[in-house]
Every structure is written in structure tokens, then in C-alpha cells.
């Protein structure tokens, strides 16, 4: 077998894996509580950004299989670690948020967003795929900063927890994604 095919099923079998966490983490009360328990430890806060990183490697190197196994750790990152011992009220509050975001049904503003995020993963993958970096660089900034408002925004004052790891991971990835465009001209 060819590696470009092995590379399109290790792709389609990671998006299947991050599709079947996702269904899992909405639909087993358990498994979810579980994974917000985990998800206090804001180690996971600052690594989940990262992840952009090994995505748009994917995608620079036209992997499929890296592109889909970076996203599936993006989204199994928040339980990697473990509950931590002190939790920062603000963190609590903002994950309490996020859960009673997810757990609430949906509406148009969370139909938009699901599509603004998908719009986002596209655009990261399609513009580095075609080497278009000054699109890259925007994408990345635009959705750093939706993020960061939305966050602020719906949450209130516990959105702010989240601007520090927003803003590391944005800048590593300004860095990371300026040093492959620097070394590609």
C-alpha cells in the first residue's frame, strides 16, 4: 500500500476517534463530569492552543494523519491531566460555565459557533495547505481573539482566565507559523 494511502486512513481513523469522543463527552454525564474535573488543571488550558501547531505541520506537509491526530489531541487534551489540588475560583467558574454551555440544547448562537469553529480548523488546514501564510497569520489571530471575546463576553469575569493561555498559544504559534514562512521563502 502507498504511504499517501496509509496517510488518508490514518487520517479518516483519527476523525472518527475525535468524532466518537466528542459524541461520547456530550452524551455520558460521566465520562463528561470527569472530563471538566480534569479539565481545572489549566496545564490543559495552555497546551490546547499548541496543538495548532503540529495541525498546520500536518497540513504543510499534506498529512492527513497529522492533521486528524493533532486535532483529536487538541480535544482530548482537557483530560489529560490530573485534577489539580487548588482550583482558581475564576477557572471553576468558567468551566461551570462551559459545562452548563454545552449542557443547555441548542440555539442558533451555538449552531454558529459549532459553524465558526469548523470555519476556523478549514481555513488553518486550506491556507497552509496552498501556502497562503498572511491568511494563515489572520486566521490564527481572528480566532484567538473570538475565542478570548466569546469567552469574555458570555461568561463574565471568569472569561478572563482564559486570555493568558490564549494569548502564550497565539503568540508560539505567530512564531512557529512566521519561522516555516520565513524558511519556505
Not at 482566565?161 to 508560539?172: D, M, N, Y
Request: contains cysteine.
Amino acid at each position: 500500500m502507498k504511504i499517501k494511502t496509509l496517510d488518508k486512513i490514518g487520517g479518516v481513523v483519527f476523525l472518527f476517534l475525535t468524532i466518537a469522543i466528542i459524541v461520547i463527552f456530550l452524551s455520558d454525564t460521566s465520562f463528561f463530569e470527569w472530563a471538566f474535573t480534569r479539565h481545572q488543571n489549566t496545564l490543559s488550558w495552555y497546551i490546547r492552543p499548541l496543538f495548532i501547531i503540529p495541525i498546520v505541520m500536518g497540513a504543510y506537509k499534506k498529512s492527513y494523519s497529522l492533521i486528524f491526530f493533532s486535532i483529536f489531541c487538541l480535544f482530548t487534551s482537557m483530560f489529560w491531566f490530573p485534577k489539580p489540588e487548588i482550583v482558581d475560583v475564576k477557572v471553576i467558574e468558567f468551566l461551570n460555565f462551559e459545562k452548563t454551555y454545552f449542557t443547555s440544547g441548542w440555539s442558533i448562537e451555538k449552531v454558529i459557533i459549532l459553524a465558526t469553529i469548523l470555519a476556523f480548523f478549514t481555513a488553518i488546514i486550506s491556507l497552509t495547505w496552498s501556502r497562503r501564510w498572511y491568511g494563515l497569520l489572520a486566521t490564527v489571530v481572528i480566532g484567538a481573539f473570538l475565542k478570548v471575546a466569546h469567552s469574555l463576553l458570555f461568561s463574565g469575569g471568569s472569561g478572563i482566565s482564559i486570555v493568558k493561555p490564549a494569548v502564550l498559544g497565539l503568540i508560539l504559534c505567530i512564531l512557529v507559523i512566521y519561522f516555516i514562512f520565513k524558511r519556505r521563502k
